[in-house]
């Protein structure tokens, strides 16, 4: 099908699932456990839930509806909504700016999964113990050949994936999706198995209020803004293959909820391992490739146990990498009139080459690891250009986005009873409450 020479998704099932492969990545598999377990579990969660519909929810929509209303890349979307205003257009350039340097150094770690399934598969992992992961690890790092190498590798898998558009795209996830929720449940079935599922019950669905303050009220709200990959233009872009036919708040609805309930199932994947090994847990994602191989080898077939976790990561961090290529190649496609082909290639290598300075930059390169180049490029798109890009496409939509064309995005019930409501929280709660996280993430109160 196609909408113009725009290409479409030959469903709104598939536009779901590549949203929500666009979502899920080490922030569901990792992160969302591990902030969950620092502000004590139940109460986290509910507050988690609720942000993600008022804050992260409203944005969604928005960017969906920008994109297809444009029928653009995110540069040209606020070119043509904006009527060419040069402030709005670098909103555009902001969000294809972020989508590069997060996949340059996200490519790096994504390509440490691809090492790991691989010594899972051939016995390397299962011979380590807790006094040998750590260096083993390191040495990882250290080794110039293997990052440049492993990096390279995803890149390549990533761009493949491009190539071919939106049909290319919507295949790989129709198979890396349903498999991904598949291997979670078998890790997860297992880890309940040898360790209880009641000590992570009570803390999921233990509500104590003395264990919730500001602080963890303010990571729910940034951990549920960031868990979505708003502010990037992934979605907006997604958006933009979307048939008028498809609802794009029950896409919108589906996509939360898919997301969400992967990072609750993570928890019951993660949960009965640390409380039933007493395992000390770290935020870096590091730890998946340390202590958790350590508490793998002691579980009966834990090579196998380890193969399916590294690959589980491993497609999760595709279906979120394929989303940070497409915006980027879609605006050069588009905006220098090239082919596809030509526009994969050459934003495939010049992101590979930028990512180069992260894969080096953990103990492969002196030079790189004193720059801290990966710290560095993901406390500036964390901390800077992803929330603000965030917050100003929230402004975008509720203020200048012009009431015709974003009516003419939903159907009749639909702006009776959800616009009004959409627009006004679009409009105030979003974007202000956007602003307090990038405010907290940046120090300024606590």
């Known amino acids: 099908m196609a909408a113009g020479n725009r290409t479409q998704w030959s469903s709104g099932f598939g536009f779901v699932l590549a949203a929500v492969g666009s979502a899920v990545g080490l922030g569901n598999i990792w992160k969302f456990p591990y902030m969950t377990h620092s502000n004590g579990g139940g109460l986290f969660v509910l507050v988690y839930l609720l942000a993600v ?16 209303s444009a029928r653009l890349n995110a540069m040209g979307t606020f070119k043509k909504l904006s009527k060419n205003s040069p402030f709005w257009k670098g909103l555009g350039l902001l969000c294809i700016f ?15 999964t691809i090492d790991y399934f691989i010594e899972s598969i051939t016995g390397s992992l299962h011979k380590l113990s807790a006094n040998t992961t750590e260096s083993h690890f390191i040495g990882f790092l250290g080794s110039p050949w293997k990052q440049v190498g492993f990096h390279s590798f995803f890149m390549f898998i990533t761009a493949f994936i491009v190539l071919r558009g939106t049909s290319g795209i919507e295949k ?38 003395a264990q919730l303050n500001s602080s963890s009220v303010l990571e729910a709200v940034g951990q549920a803004f960031f868990s979505l990959s708003l502010g990037l233009g992934c979605i907006l872009v997604y958006g933009s293959y979307l048939p008028k036919d498809v609802s794009l708040v029950k896409s919108g609805i589906w996509i939360v909820v898919f997301d969400t309930l992967i990072a609750i199932m ?20 590091t730890i998946l490739f340390t202590s958790l191989t350590v508490q793998f080898n002691q579980l009966p077939g834990g090579a196998f146990i380890s193969a399916i976790f ?36 050459w934003c495939s290598v010049t992101i590979w080459f930028i990512g180069i300075g992260s894969a080096l930059a953990n103990g492969a390169s002196l030079f790189f690891t004193k720059l801290a180049v990966m710290d560095r490029l993901d406390s500036l798109t964390a901390n800077w250009t992803l929330p603000i890009g965030g917050m100003l496409i929230a402004i975008f939509t509720g203020w200048f986005f012009s009431k015709e064309k974003r009516l003419a995005e939903f159907n009749e019930n639909e702006r009776k009873y959800f616009v009004p409501v959409w627009t006004f929280v679009i409009k105030f709660l979003s974007p202000i409450l956007v602003c307090v996280v990038i405010c907290y993430k940046l120090g300024l109160f606590h």
């Open 98 to 112: 972020s989508s590069m340097i997060i996949f340059s150094y996200y490519s790096v770690v994504a390509g440490w």
């Open 172 to 209: 790989a996830v129709k198979i890396m999706m349903p498999a991904l929720g598949i291997m979670i449940f078998i890790i997860a079935s297992i880890s309940i198995y040898n360790y209880g599922i009641s000590d992570t019950w009570n803390f999921l669905f233990n509500f104590n209020l």
């Open 310 to 345: 590294y690959l589980l990561v491993a497609f999760a961090a595709l279906t979120s990498t394929i989303s940070l290529l497409e915006p980027v190649v879609s605006f050069v496609h588009e905006t220098f009139d090239i082919s596809r082909k030509k526009a994969t290639i």
């Open 53 to 68: 519909f008022i804050v992260a929810f409203p944005i969604v929509i928005a960017e969906m509806s920008l994109g297809r």
């Open 266 to 285: 993570a928890c019951f994947m993660m949960y009965p391992i640390i409380f039933g090994t007493n395992m000390e847990i770290k935020q870096s994602a």
